[in-house]
């Protein structure tokens, strides 16, 4: 609230010199409210947000302060928007816009225009929420209420864990956020129609592994999860190291905030550049089929930690993974005088 208006309104507040930064809004006020920050860059510089400017009708707003303050807009008359987050230059903002209907359509703003996100089918997508550093990843959910990765070059990737239930369509899927290169993200889905959001589920999502459940990967990672059950992911730091959410210990009753510190190894990158060998298919859930151009001397097995989990053996180029618990792994191809890391998820 800011103290010489009584109302509201965005600001930017400085945690070494206790101080407050009021950024002001379009002028108009909505019950005690004028404004209000939604998202910013991950480097501080940007905030994006929303302000009223009549009665029921709020624009997507963007602050570079001291700069004044930047009115996006609405391209549906009498309809509201509101801009979620920020590439790390400023450049694009992304966040929704209110149909004819009332629905929130996915859009990012460039250059003073608005575009709309679409999918592959070309249908326009729900709200955006997550964004990589340079504004071409965003992450959200459908009108349909799918979560979904959209990226400028590679299409869209749609996302529902339930979708082999019953009624699929009951759950709520959201990617909320995205790491700052865009290869790190987190979402969670739960029924509305059968107990609350924390009654729900997480995941996370990497771009070289996809989609796995955030409790198979923390157990796959050996991590003590402090009897939590990772309901509610929606924080990545803008590293992609750590990611953060809210959780619930059901044998003490109640509901915990969590960060999880990633593995240094989930940047791990194969040590040969070509294809010399080849394992599938990956996910796998008994057996790996390893191909190599040259004779496998021996293999080694880690998980996240970088501990080595076992030594296994390969027999007619296949090799029993069935004994592993549920997770990511690494394994380590000794052949010839080369070393090649595979990226392995045990289903």
Known sequence: MNPETGFEEAAIYKPLENEWIY??????????SESSVWGMSSNGEHLVGLSWVSGGTAHGVAWDYPAPIIDLGSTVAGRS???????????????WQDSDFGNRQGVYWENGEQHFLKDNDGSILGEATGMSADGKTVTGFTLDRVGYIWNEEEGTILYNPNADEEYPEDFFTSLPAISDDGTVAVGFSFNPFE???LQGSSFIWTKEDGFTNLNDFVAGLGYDDLGIDFSLANAVSPDGKYIGGIGVNWDLGDARGFVIKLPE?????????SNSVLAYPNPTKNVLNILSQTEIRHLEMYNLLGQKVSTPTILNNQLDVSSLVKGIYILKVHSGKEVKSIRIIKE
């Open 23 to 32: 950024l002001g809004g379009l002028g108009s006020v909505l019950d005690g």
């Open 81 to 95: 928007s509101r801009a979620n987050n920020v590439s790390s230059d400023g450049s694009r903002v992304v966040g």
């Open 195 to 197: 107990g609350g959001i």
């Open 265 to 273: 190894t989930m940047g791990t990158q194969d040590e040969l550049a």
